[in-house]
T-cell receptor, first 113, second 112 residues
Framework: EAGVVQSPRYKIIEKKQPVAFWCNPI?????LYWYRQNLGQGPELLIR????????DSQLPKDRFSAERLKGVDSTLKIQPAELGDSAVYLCASSHREGAEAFFGQGTRLTVV | GENVEQHPSTLSVQEGDSAVIKCTYS??????FPWYKQELGKGPQLIIDIRSNVGEKKDQRIAVTLNKTAKHFSLHITETQPEDSAVYFC???????????FGQGTILTVHP
């Protein structure tokens, strides 16, 4: 069974530029999460989807971050414009349902210069 | 919201020794506690988990214990090997907040 797939693996951009991350969850997993992991810290939830509905986006900085999960499968996370403080690893995870085991992708390491 | 504290932040052991990592949580409604292993440049990998209806779970060299009354849970790794070296994260999930809250991580180093 294929795991959670994320792309790109690495991204370097200049501040004020836009950037987008893509995630393909495990087949059949209805719940999808985007987490941000700063260096030396644990992941922190940005947004959680149940199918195509964003059920928890309270931690998403909505002035510059946006996400979508069209058709309840793949998801994209966008930052526009990026700031230096956005440098982090962005992780996507999926689970069969809310509260079930969550499996993570490899992450996208973003560096804003 | 939930708050998860993890200790120690770093742990160094000799190959063959045991390693124990401890976490405490604040929300008594939390009922699912996974542990993740993260190697350099990779995403967190689920290694073991426990739900609040059991006190202990074991999988080969790895075990997790849960004390609901005290609101703490621990990861035990026996007969450690150099390939166990990684960052380990505990997490807690509860229906009241519907998300995984992670601890700060423990850097485990196993010396050959």
């Amino acid at each position: 069974e294929a795991g959670v797939v994320q792309s790109p693996r690495y991204k370097i951009i200049e501040k004020k530029q836009p950037v987008a991350f893509w995630c393909n969850p495990i087949s059949g997993h209805n719940t999808l999460y985007w987490y941000r992991q700063n260096l030396g810290q644990g992941p922190e939830l940005l947004i959680r989807y149940e199918n195509e509905e964003a059920v928890d986006d309270s931690q998403l900085p909505k002035d510059r971050f946006s996400a979508e999960r069209l058709k309840g499968v793949d998801s994209t996370l966008k930052i526009q414009p990026a700031e230096l403080g956005d440098s982090a690893v962005y992780l996507c995870a999926s689970s069969h349902r809310e509260g079930a085991e969550a499996f993570f992708g490899q992450g996208t390491r973003l560096t804003v210069v | 919201g939930e708050n998860v504290e993890q200790h120690p932040s770093t742990l160094s052991v000799q190959e063959g020794d045991s390693a124990v990592i401890k976490c405490t949580y604040s929300d008594s409604a939390s009922n699912y506690f996974p542990w993740y292993k993260q190697e350099l440049g990779k995403g967190p990998q689920l290694i073991i988990d426990i739900r609040s209806n059991v006190g202990e779970k074991k999988d080969q060299r790895i075990a997790v214990t849960l004390n609901k009354t005290a609101k703490h849970f621990s990861l035990h790794i026996t007969e450690t090997q150099p390939e166990d070296s990684a960052v380990y994260f505990c997490a807690a999930w509860g229906t009241s907040y519907g998300k995984l809250t992670f601890g700060q991580g423990t850097i485990l180093t196993v010396h050959p």
